[in-house]
């Protein structure tokens, strides 16, 4: 199984963009989707997720501005950003909880992808 994460990219604040990150392989079925972020010198934290049916949970300071989405046929999660602050900059992490076939459920990580706010 594999997480391809793509949409990052330098923007000024305020403005927005769209992180998508597909999984692929021999998945019998997702659980939790979710996008972390881990800025230089601090922790990779949850920014968003959302399960199977469609809950969703988000970060405080991300409430309002960010949007998390699922498209269970195509094993995709989305994080819609808007309002970006610089505090937003950071790699943005997808992550996937995925059952396949063969081996059971298991963590997947995508590569990460970098997310500039600037001023």
């Known amino acids: 199984v594999q997480l391809q994460a793509s949409g990052g990219g330098l923007v000024q604040a305020g403005g927005s963009l769209r992180l998508s990150c597909v999984a692929s392989?021999?998945?019998?079925?997702?659980?939790?989707m979710g996008w972390y972020r881990q800025a230089p010198g601090k922790q990779r934290e949850l920014v968003a997720v959302?399960?199977?049916?469609?809950?969703?949970d988000y970060l405080d300071s991300v409430k309002g501005r960010f949007t998390i989405s699922r498209d269970n046929a195509k094993n995709t999660v989305y994080l819609q950003m808007n309002s970006l602050k610089p505090e937003d900059t950071a790699v943005y992490y997808c992550?996937?909880?995925?059952?396949?076939?063969?081996?059971?459920?298991?963590?997947?990580w995508g590569q990460g992808t970098q997310v500039t706010v600037s001023s």
């Open positions: 392989g021999s998945i019998f079925s997702i659980n939790d």
């Open positions: 959302v399960t199977s049916g469609g809950r969703t």
């Open positions: 992550n996937a909880g995925v059952r396949t076939y063969a081996t059971g459920s298991y963590n997947y």
